[in-house]
C-alpha cells in the first residue's frame, strides 16, 4: 500500500512540474528566498529530461544559472526581461530527427561465361573474267577555223592623280589621377534624435519593443546621461533605459551626441552603453 501512495505522489509531482511556471520577485531573489526553489527546478528538469526557459534582466543570469546548476545539469535557456522579475518556464526538448538506415550495398551478379565464337564456313573463290577490250570510236572530222582580225586600240585621256587628304587625330589629355580617400578613424559619428510625435508611427513602435508597449513620458539630454545607461537608437529617436535602486526608467533622449567617444561603447545591433558619464556633444 506504501509502495502505491509513493509511486503515485512522483507521478503527481511529474506531472505539475511538465506544467509548471514560477514567478520569483526581485525581493525574493535577492534576499536568497528563492534559492531552494531554483535548485529544486534544476534537480527535477535534469531528472525528466525537460528544460528550464528563464526571463529575467540580464545582470541576473550569472546568479540564476548557477542555482538552477547546484541542483543538477539541467538545459537552461536564458532571455533579457526589462523588469526587476524572475519568471521560470518549464519545456520539452525538441526531438532529434530519426537517421535514415544506409541501404544495402547492391550485390554484383555472377559474371555468365562468355560461349567461343564459331567460325564462319569459307566463302567460295569466283575466278574473275578477263575484261572486254572495246574499240575506240572514230575520230570526228577536223574543223578548221578563221582567226578574227584583232580590236583597234583604245587612247585614253590622262586623269590627274589626287593625293589623299591627311587626317589630324587630337588626343584627349589623360585625367589626372584621383586623390585617395582618408577616413579618420576619430572623427565624429553624430546621433540626432528628438521625441517622437503622439501620433508617430516610430514612437508607438519604439515603445512597444522597449517598454512593453507602455508610453513614456520621460526626456533626458546627453549631458544628462550617467554611466551605466543603456542607449536604443532608431531612424531619428532613441530611448535610454536607467536603473534606479529596483525599478527601471525609460526616457526619450533629446538633443545631439558623439558616438564615436570613449565614454560610450556599443552593447550591440542599435544598442550603446554609457561608461563615463563625462561626455562630449
Known sequence: MKKFFFALTAMVASSAFAQQNVDITAEQFNSGA??????????QAATSGKRLVVTAPQHWH????????????????????????????????AAEPAKPEPAPAPVAAAAKPTPAPVAAPPKPVRVAEP????????????VVETPAPPPEPVIEAP????????????EAPAPAPAAPVVVDPKAPIMLVTTEPG????????????????????????????????????????????????????????VGSLNLNQSG???????KYLVVNSNLTR
Do not use: C, H
Open 34 to 43: 528563492a534559492n531552494a526553489e531554483l535548485t529544486t527546478l534544476g534537480r
Open 62 to 93: 550569472a546568479q540564476i544559472a548557477a542555482r538552477i546548476r547546484a541542483g543538477g545539469d539541467a538545459e537552461i535557456v536564458l532571455k533579457d526581461g526589462f523588469y526587476e522579475t524572475l519568471l521560470v518556464r518549464v519545456e520539452d526538448k
Open 131 to 142: 575484261p572486254k577490250v572495246e574499240e575506240p570510236p572514230p575520230a570526228a572530222p577536223a
Open 159 to 170: 586623269v590627274a592623280k589626287q593625293e589623299p587628304a591627311t587626317a589630324v587625330v587630337e
Open 198 to 253: 503622439d501620433a508617430d508611427q516610430l514612437r508607438e513602435s519604439m515603445e512597444k519593443r522597449y517598454n512593453e508597449g507602455k508610453s513614456i513620458s520621460e526626456r533626458v539630454e546627453p549631458s544628462g546621461l550617467r554611466e551605466g545607461d543603456v542607449i536604443y537608437t532608431g531612424t531619428s529617436a532613441a530611448v535610454v533605459v536607467r536603473r534606479e535602486n529596483n525599478r527601471m526608467i525609460r526616457m526619450w533622449l
Open 264 to 270: 560610450v561603447r556599443p552593447d550591440g545591433l542599435n
